[in-house]
C-alpha cells in the first residue's frame, strides 16, 4: 500500500470517528425491503432475488462546514452473496466534508451516475456505460483486492445547479490474477436547470489484460444522460457512453444508448449496445419497463410488474432472446 494510499485510509477512519462523536445523538437510521419475482425464458425458469438494506448516516455542520457519514448493510437472499459473506456485505461506507462551495468525499460508495436506468427490474444490459471508475464493486470486476483500493473524489459546485465531480480510483495490482481492476481518473460535470437535468463526463485509466494476465492496459471512456420533463407528469431521458480498450490482442471498442421515459409511474426504456473487437462484434438490443402501483396506500410500499427483453447478436454465434417478467415489492420500513 502507497503512503498515500495509507494516509487517505487513515483519513477516513479520523473522519468517521469524528462524525460518529458530536452527531451520534442525531444520526438517522433506516431501511427497506426489495424482492423481484420473476419468469425468463432460455431455461430460467421461475426465480426470486431480494435484500434489506440498512442505513446509518449523520451529518454535523460547523463554522460554515460539515462533515457526514454513511454506512449501509445488505443482507440478500440467497444466503451467500459478494464472496460468501454469510448472506451480508458493505454496500455504502464513506466520509465526506466540506463546505457549500466544495466537499471531498471518500470510501466505498458510487460517484456521479452517467447511465442511470429506471425502472430496470428485468433490464439485460451488459453494454459500456462510463461506469468503470464509478464505484463500489465495479472497482473490482472480480470482487478481488476490494480492501486496497482508494477512492476519493472532490466535488465543486461552480454556480447555481452546474457541478464538477474528480473521482479518482487507485486500485494496486490490478492486473494480479483475479483481481481484474481499473483505476483512473473520472471527471463529471452535472447542469440542472428546471425541468432539465443532464451530466456528461469521462473515464481514463488502467485494466487488467485479461484475465490470469500480469499486464495492465489502458482504456478511456466518455458518456452522458439528459432528462427533461415536458409536463403532464413526462419525463424524457436519454444516455450514451463510448469506450475503448487497448488489449494487446486489439483494441476493444463499446458504445451503447439507451432513450427512454417517465409517464407517471410508468418507467419505459429501449436499449442498444455493441462491442467490437477484431473481427467478433457482439449486438444487443433490448427494452425493459415497470409500473409502480402503490400497496393499499401505504407510503414507500409499492407493487412493479415489469417486462424486459433482449436479443444479442454475436458474430458466428446463433442470435439469441432472452425474455423475463414478473414483479417487484419494495418497501420502505
Not at 40 to 66: L, M, P
Not at 97 to 117: C, H, S
Amino acid at each position: 500500500m502507497s503512503p498515500f494510499q495509507k494516509f487517505a485510509r487513515l483519513s477516513a477512519v479520523a473522519a468517521a470517528v469524528i462524525v460518529a462523536a458530536p452527531a451520534f445523538a442525531a444520526a438517522t437510521v433506516d431501511a427497506n425491503a426489495e424482492f423481484d419475482t420473476g419468469v425468463a425464458n432460455n431455461g430460467g425458469g421461475s426465480s426470486q432475488g431480494g435484500r434489506i438494506e440498512t442505513n446509518i448516516s449523520g451529518k454535523a455542520e460547523a463554522n460554515g462546514g460539515f462533515v457526514a457519514g454513511r454506512g449501509t448493510i445488505i443482507a440478500y437472499l440467497n444466503g451467500g452473496a459478494l464472496g460468501g459473506n454469510n448472506g451480508a456485505a458493505v454496500d455504502d461506507a464513506w466520509v465526506q466534508a466540506g463546505t457549500a462551495a466544495f466537499d471531498v468525499k471518500m470510501g466505498r460508495w458510487e460517484a456521479a451516475d452517467l447511465y442511470p436506468t429506471p425502472g430496470d427490474v428485468f433490464r439485460f444490459g451488459n453494454g459500456y456505460q462510463t461506469n468503470n471508475l464509478r464505484g463500489r464493486s465495479l472497482l473490482t470486476a472480480g470482487g478481488g483486492g476490494v480492501d486496497d483500493r482508494l477512492h476519493i473524489a472532490l466535488t465543486a459546485n461552480l454556480a447555481a445547479g452546474v457541478s464538477l465531480e474528480i473521482g479518482v480510483v487507485d486500485k494496486k495490482d490490478v492486473s494480479a490474477a483475479g483481481a481484474l481492476g481499473f483505476k483512473g481518473v473520472r471527471p463529471a460535470l452535472s447542469f440542472t436547470a428546471g425541468a432539465l437535468t443532464a451530466r456528461v463526463g469521462l473515464e481514463s485509466g488502467k485494466t487488467a489484460d485479461v484475465a490470469g494476465s500480469t499486464n495492465e492496459v489502458s482504456f478511456t471512456g466518455f458518456g452522458g444522460t439528459v432528462s427533461a420533463a415536458v409536463g403532464g407528469g413526462v419525463t424524457l431521458r436519454a444516455n450514451f457512453a463510448n469506450g475503448t480498450t487497448s488489449y494487446t490482442a486489439g483494441d476493444k471498442k463499446q458504445s451503447a444508448f439507451l432513450i427512454g421515459a417517465d409517464v407517471g409511474a410508468l418507467n419505459l426504456s429501449v436499449e442498444t449496445s455493441k462491442d467490437e473487437q477484431g473481427a467478433s462484434t457482439t449486438k444487443r438490443t433490448g427494452l425493459f419497463a415497470a409500473y409502480g402501483i402503490p400497496l393499499f396506500g401505504i407510503k414507500g410500499a409499492t407493487l412493479s410488474p415489469a417486462i424486459g427483453f433482449q436479443s444479442v447478436d454475436t458474430t458466428g454465434l446463433a442470435k439469441v432472446n432472452n425474455n423475463k417478467v414478473g414483479a417487484r415489492v419494495h418497501y420502505d420500513f
